[in-house]
């Protein structure tokens, strides 16, 4: 190109094609040059000589995230509402594990029986209950989300049940419990692992005939409710503690949904990430933004305790944070990696070098020459243990973007 180089034609040409993945292939290896394709909109910055396979490799990351951008635009720009995308259209993921457990979700959604979620906070688990509700027979009905962990055991039976006017001191009117509230639709009782032992029975007995009686009124009523609950504790340990009762656990568990934390779910990421940033520069009146590639990588090497909530605020912070249309590692805050450290489950030493690999070679920007120098292999023993994280399913994705 006589009359300009390749950044100035991305300056030229990336405005007028916001559409199109820009992949800049040049013999500069300068950071300076790859911080300003990627501000011009380029969506990855390799340097010649390019593995063939690194090359192919970027070239269907980019076209995926393409398509990815075109699938979340289109569903915020259509105003069509969730079920446009089906039940389970609020929880983005990209994850086979997960969209293989929606298959069965959907089938167990279609029955009358209680579901039973299991996940850390923040995996997003009353979308889940909400999908189901839509997916079930109850869709029509309404949507009763309780926190089990906020209901003082005093009012427990006057929160679920209901109360007449007099039935005690300050019930001044009648009131209606969460259970006649949700009648014909769904009760999600999140948390449900937080309930006291001894409040566990009273449960118990209106899961089993849908009848209960109003506080100060003799009258049964009969109502038909589909129970979800969910649950961050593990409900079958907690029984062999003696802190949740097993009876009350066969009710709520017909079906069980364990949903994956955020850590094994590392190629939804940058799509969970890419969505919160257009929500937020939506809320806060910014042109269109996006994450670079490597921020998109430094979120990967993240454990997120707080799994998809902790994630949405750190990218809300970055928008916040960033000057331009572009959200950069520098915006997404510091980390303390050791205290980062502490929040991972025990792991063997092969798991802990496997965990090293991958941060050296995130860190390194995916520089093959320079992670050997640093971890003190040969480039043929870097490809080798790299062909064997390829072959893990916790590794794969993350790899493959290096």
Known sequence: MPDMDGLQLLEAAAPSNPQTEFIMLTAVDDTGQAVRATKLGAYDYLVKPVDNDRLILTIERAYERKGLKAGIGAAMESGDGDESRGPFGDFITQSPRVRELFQYIAVMAKSDHPILIYGESGTGKELIARGIHRASRYAAGPFVPVNMSSIPETLFESHFFGHTRGAFTG??????????????????????????????????????????????????????????????????????????????LYRLKSAFIPLPPLRDR???????????????????????????????????????????RELAQVITNAVII?????????????????????????????????????????????????????????????????????????????????
Request: glycine share 8%; with cysteine; net charge neutral.
């Open 266 to 308: 590392l190629s939804d990421i940058p799509l969970l990430a890419e969505h919160f940033i257009s929500e937020a520069a939506r809320r806060m009146g910014r042109p269109k933004m996006r994450l670079s590639p490597e921020a998109a990588r430094e979120l990967q090497m993240r454990t997120f305790p707080g799994n998809v």
């Open 322 to 402: 960033a000057k331009g249309d572009i959200v950069l590692p520098e915006h997404l805050g510091g980390i303390d990696r050791e205290s980062d450290a502490h929040t991972r489950n025990p792991c063997s030493l092969k798991e802990n070098e496997e965990a090293h690999i991958v941060y050296v070679l995130g860190q390194t920007g995916g520089d093959r020459g320079e992670a050997c120098r640093i971890l003190g292999l040969s480039l043929r023993q870097l490809q080798r243990k790299l062909a064997q994280l390829r072959n893990h399913p916790k590794w794969r994705d993350l790899v493959d973007d290096m």
């Open 171 to 248: 019930a001044n009117t009648d009131y209606i419990g969460y259970f006649e509230q949700a009648n014909g639709g769904t009760l999600f009782l999140d948390e449900v692992g937080d309930l006291p032992l001894h409040l566990q029975p009273k449960l118990l007995r209106v899961l089993e005939d849908k009848t209960f009686n109003r506080l100060g009124d003799n009258r049964s009523l009969y109502v038909d409710v589909r129970i979800v609950s969910a649950s961050n504790k593990n409900l079958d340990r907690e029984c062999r503690e003696n802190r949740f009762r097993s009876d009350l």
